[in-house]
């Protein structure tokens, strides 16, 4: 069976990045991270989520974090020289990202927006982010995935 490629893939396989593929099965009822990380059988440091929020100065911002961590909005808006920074709304995703909730990639968006990943990434060889469809990872190596998104990393998580 031919597998439909996504943005993501598409946009790495151009850039000659590897990268492995984690499929599971979705529960709706569970998009969390911590369920992924159980389906696919890693560790919860190194399944990362992407959360998409809006700065009060710089605008959209996209963060990844650990799966079993929340996002620190004072660290995440001191780390990008906001005042705040809110998540965008579940509804604005979709136009704004081309991504659905559960589904999100911080690979392939229809913009090229400013990406943190937490500082903890770099103690991750691999890490997974979603492949831009619910059911389906991204396995690769952090400094690829970091330089391809052009991404910083800082301390955001609550501690």
Known sequence: MKMNKTNAMRQLDAAKIKYDI???EVDEN??????????IGLAYESVFKTIVTRGDK????????PCHK????KAAASATGNKRVE??????LL????YIRGGCSPVGMKKKFPTWFDESALTQEKITVSA????????????DIIKFTAAKTADITVK
């Open 22 to 24: 984690c499929e599971y």
């Open 30 to 39: 569970d998009l969390s991270g911590t369920h992924i990380a159980d389906r």
């Open 58 to 65: 710089t605008g959209y911002l996209v963060f990844c974090i």
């Open 70 to 73: 929340e996002i620190d909005l």
């Open 87 to 92: 998540p965008v709304h579940v509804k604005e």
């Open 95 to 98: 136009g704004l990202t081309g």
């Open 132 to 143: 831009g469809v619910r059911g389906m990872q991204l396995l690769l190596n952090t400094d």
